[in-house]
């Protein structure tokens, strides 16, 4: 197999037209041509995801965060990113990301999650493009029966990987709760579209203080907020599992690397 058959698996699921504007999406470095056997997914493009590459003798690294947002006129091995770009090419090991074109397909980033903290049944987006009700930024479901706030929680902290935030949760955590709503990474901007919805509670990453307190204060679902690094890492195995099933012969792997930000609490 080379690059290109392994690009054209990956695009067809997460269709490169559907990030946003301001996105930086596909390959970031490699020969498209060169042959590839081993593929590594990761949630971040940083040092210790390259390393593991290089242990593993991987062909190709997918990420979810891209290396470059804004434009660079620069790869000089001067600077963290300079210096992972380097390694990559020196070793050729390709790098290709796949972003906000993940978040919203179907299925994608929420889907993942979704599944991941328990929700059953049929998903729906928390925001479908107007063109495609199956696509959207985050997810809708139902739990396998009505529970509590707090048992919920307690599920989601069992059902992500773990990290030195947690969750954290606002609401009463005897409230009643089976309609939920989950969006991978930072979930501010759904925040009004989750009361609208009529959810139970809303599970998502990086909620700040003010926003959260104003919805929780007007009344809204309950909130759970875990590590962005956290939210997103369960798809990782869903999009290795698309390269399986598409009968492309590569080995992938999983990177079990944790590479959120935070790396202690107190």
Sequence with gaps: MTLTDVIDVLEAAYPPARAESWDAVGLVCGDPALPVSRVLFAVDPVAAVAEEALDWDADLIVTHHP????GTTSVAATT???????TLIKHDIALYT????ADVANPGVSDALARAVGLVGDLVPLRPFPDDPWRGLG???DLPAETTLGAFAERAAAGLPRTSWG???AGDESR???RVAVSGGAGDSLLATARAAGVDVFLTADLRHHPASEFVEA???ALIDAAHWATEWPWLDSAASILGSSGINVETRVSATVTDAWTRGY
Excluded: D
Excluded at 80 to 86: E, F, S, T, V, W
Excluded at 98 to 101: F, G, L, V
């Design 167 to 169: 969750i954290r949760v």
């Design 139 to 141: 997810r809708i479901g």
């Design 80 to 86: 963290p990113k300079g210096r992972l770009l380097h």
């Design 219 to 221: 009344g809204g679902p």
């Design 98 to 101: 796949a972003h906000t074109n």
């Design 176 to 178: 009643r709760v089976s």
């Design 67 to 70: 290396l470059y947002l804004r």
